[in-house]
């Protein structure tokens, strides 16, 4: 049993966390799901907020945009922004 679960955190570790959790769940998806409009939306408004129209990719993935947008929104919540005059 030892073994089997190195095996398999072996093989967690070199896929990554996002990927081996959804597969451990039985619930494959397309690893380049492309965003979804929601997702596109919310990222253009994110990067006119914070003044960085180069952050918003349309070639983004499902997963990949969500990333963008958690941290986009975690740099507005702690006020990471960089100085912009009006």
């Known amino acids: 049993m ?3 679960k ?3 955190t072996q093989v967690q570790q ?3 966390s ?3 959790a959804t597969i451990s769940r ?3 998806t397309p690893m380049r799901e492309p965003m979804t409009g929601a997702q596109a939306a919310s990222l ?3 990067a006119e907020e914070i003044r960085e129209p180069r952050v918003f990719d349309a070639g983004l993935s499902k997963s990949e945009a969500a ?3 958690d941290r986009l929104q975690e740099r507005l919540r702690l006020g990471e ?3 912009h005059t009006d």
Request: net charge positive.
């Open 67 to 69: 990333r963008r947008i």
């Open 44 to 46: 253009k408004r994110l």
């Open 6 to 8: 190195t095996a398999e």
């Open 26 to 28: 039985g619930a494959w």
């Open 2 to 4: 030892q073994k089997k």
């Open 18 to 20: 996002d990927i081996a």
């Open 14 to 16: 070199e896929l990554g």
């Open 81 to 83: 922004l960089p100085p």
